[in-house]
């Protein structure tokens, strides 16, 4: 079930390898007891277990469920396996130490799952990200409710420019305003204020704090961005699993002149190179309304923001047209 769920409702090629390689140690290290003597022990019509029932044995309400069920079932039988091949005694206690390892491989593997997992779930569901590069506060809490109002289903906090106090005040504010809306609220470059003000998640470009430290800071699974401008630091951001990557600038851009545009040949390439990783994309960088489906048509989850909807004088109708081409473009 583990596997299964790596494989198949995560996409994660390094999480099933890791779950099936401890499948196999745990058959291989099965294999040195005696099977016939477990087999001609087997009797399933004299075993009083058979037919017991408890409350909700049988219900799952989704995957995830079905997931956590799978879990907690694995590192239970691990335990008591590991009891009873103790208690077989003999010289060989190998047995039973192999399968107190894997018992904690078994816990290490569940928390590294639900926290890739999870995010991911979340971040699923995410086609119009929008940016607001801003150090007003009024201006952030304005353009995030107009935002909201018009169907950004994620915003990112980009204020750079402004003291910790502040920021974390304004943060606070932001997270609210998504969170009342059921919209996911991202803070750019501060991990720090991203779980201190409760926000969903974090974006990290290239000279912020790595990904693995930042997975250390997180108190409860945080989605983690992260910005790539080439096929080698995509490749070296895939290493870290953060739960999206940013693709870009695709075109230039007034909000980063400096950056030089990477063209959608970066998308087409960086969508190939994602597959059976479980990561999710974001392109950015000079998209606007007459060119977002031309970006999607390239292979892009999901479309970034900022000038084409904060440098307009109605950033709710700019966000509407936009969220309305991504969602028909993914009905296609
Ligand atoms: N990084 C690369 S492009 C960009 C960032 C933060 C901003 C995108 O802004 P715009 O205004 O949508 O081009
Ligand atoms: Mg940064």
């Known amino acids: 079930?583990?596997?299964?769920?790596?494989?198949?409702?995560l996409n994660s090629a390094a999480l099933t390898e890791r779950a099936k390689q401890l499948r196999h140690e745990l058959s291989a290290c099965l294999n040195k007891l005696d099977a016939g003597r477990l087999l001609s022990s087997r009797d399933t019509l004299g075993d009083v277990g058979v037919?017991?029932?408890?409350?909700k044995q049988f219900e799952r309400s989704d995957l995830k469920d079905c997931f956590t069920a799978g879990c907690k079932r694995l590192t239970e039988a691990l335990r008591t396996l590991t009891e009873v091949t103790s208690a077989l005694g003999g010289p060989d206690r190998s047995v039973a130490?192999?399968?107190?390892?894997?018992?904690?491989?078994?816990?290490?593997?569940?928390k590294d799952i639900v926290l890739f997992g999870e995010p991911t779930e979340k971040f699923k569901k995410v086609g119009l990200y929008v940016i607001i590069s801003s150090n007003l506060p009024a201006d952030i809490i304005s353009l995030a409710q107009k935002c909201v109002a018009g169907g950004a289903d994620c915003i990112q906090l980009r204020a750079k420019n402004i003291n910790d106090d502040s920021l974390f005040a304004i943060?606070?504010?932001?997270?609210?305003?998504c969170k009342a809306a059921g919209v996911i609220?991202?803070?750019?470059?501060?991990?720090?204020?991203?779980?201190a003000?409760?926000?969903?998640?974090?974006?990290?470009?290239q000279n912020d704090l790595p990904v693995e430290q930042?997975?250390?800071?997180?108190?409860?699974?945080?989605?983690?961005?992260?910005?790539?401008?080439?096929p080698e630091q995509l490749h070296v951001a895939c290493g870290a699993y953060p739960t999206y990557v940013s693709l870009g600038p695709v075109f230039p851009t007034v909000t980063k002149p400096t950056a030089e545009p990477v063209g959608l040949d970066y998308v087409r390439q960086a969508i190939k190179q994602l597959i059976g990783t479980g990561i999710a994309n974001v392109a950015i960088g000079g998209i606007t309304a007459d060119n977002v489906e031309e970006v999607l048509g390239a292979g892009a989850n999901a479309i970034a923001v900022c000038s084409a909807i904060?440098?307009?004088?109605?950033?709710t109708s700019a966000c509407r047209t936009l969220k309305k081409k991504i969602t028909a473009f993914k009905k296609e």
């Open 1 to 9: 079930m583990v596997e299964e769920f790596c494989r198949f409702a």
């Open 51 to 55: 037919g017991q029932k408890v409350d």
């Open 97 to 110: 130490e192999t399968l107190e390892k894997l018992r904690f491989e078994a816990y290490a593997l569940e």
């Open 171 to 177: 943060a606070v504010e932001f997270v609210m305003v």
């Open 185 to 195: 609220s991202v803070i750019n470059d501060r991990v720090d204020v991203a779980v």
């Open 197 to 205: 003000a409760g926000a969903d998640g974090v974006h990290l470009g």
């Open 214 to 230: 930042v997975r250390k800071l997180q108190i409860s699974p945080l989605i983690i961005g992260k910005s790539t401008h080439s």
């Open 310 to 315: 904060t440098q307009v004088k109605d950033t």
